[in-house]
């Protein structure tokens, strides 16, 4: 959960999944008072002021019937993922609950199935700003413990140098290992293939 809630603030992997990001001023969104809307038409005019309204405008234009025997149980449609909105709690979730693509989640319930569906890191996510001020809480630092989550640190990163070919081609890496075989012919032995 935690690799998923970081990699939706790299622009690069939110793209990837096919987002409409280009207009958006930052990653990671986070916004204050949004979480005081009641009117789905009031969220609307938000994500437009926020530039992320041609997402929602994406996922909307690939609504399609779904193939097999989901249409006769009450999954008619499918479409692809929007933006997801995080609140710190119930407060506005009714009002972006009937914006085609949007999902909503509890910053306390963060869910992988929201934050990377199908498997895939880098999903656009707009935080209010009370929900992202409750993150380091919930999953506390490298060297605090989590409030929320009984003795659990963040993970520490194992990789430093995020450019792997440098480090493989470097000089200590190259004297560590050992030279390679170039002429190694290797013959199989002939067997009897009737004497078994």
Not at 108 to 127: I, K, S
Not at 135 to 144: N, V
């Amino acid at each position: 959960t935690v690799s998923a809630v970081a990699a939706s603030a790299v622009p690069a992997l939110v793209m990837a999944r096919g987002h409409k990001v280009d207009e958006v001023s930052e990653l990671p969104l986070v916004v204050d008072g949004i979480d005081k809307f009641s009117k789905t038409k009031e969220a609307v005019k938000a994500l437009a002021a926020l530039d992320a309204e041609e997402d929602c405008q994406r996922v909307a234009a690939t609504e399609a019937f779904r193939q097999g025997k989901g249409k006769m149980r009450n999954r008619r449609y499918t479409n692809r993922r929007g933006p997801l909105v995080v609140f710190a709690d119930a407060d506005g979730v009714k009002a972006f609950k009937n914006v085609p693509g949007i999902d909503t989640c509890n910053v306390d319930a963060l869910n992988l199935l929201q934050l990377a569906p199908g498997g895939h890191v880098g999903r656009f996510v707009v935080w209010t700003k009370a929900a992202f001020e409750k993150l380091p809480a919930i999953f506390g630092g490298f060297d605090e413990k989590s409030a929320a989550k009984k003795g659990y640190n963040l993970p520490r990163p194992t990789v430093t140098i995020s450019d792997v070919q440098r480090v493989l081609g470097s000089a200590e890496v190259k004297k560590a290992c050992r030279d390679r075989v170039r002429s190694a012919q290797r013959f199989r032995k002939a067997t009897n293939p009737f004497a078994s």
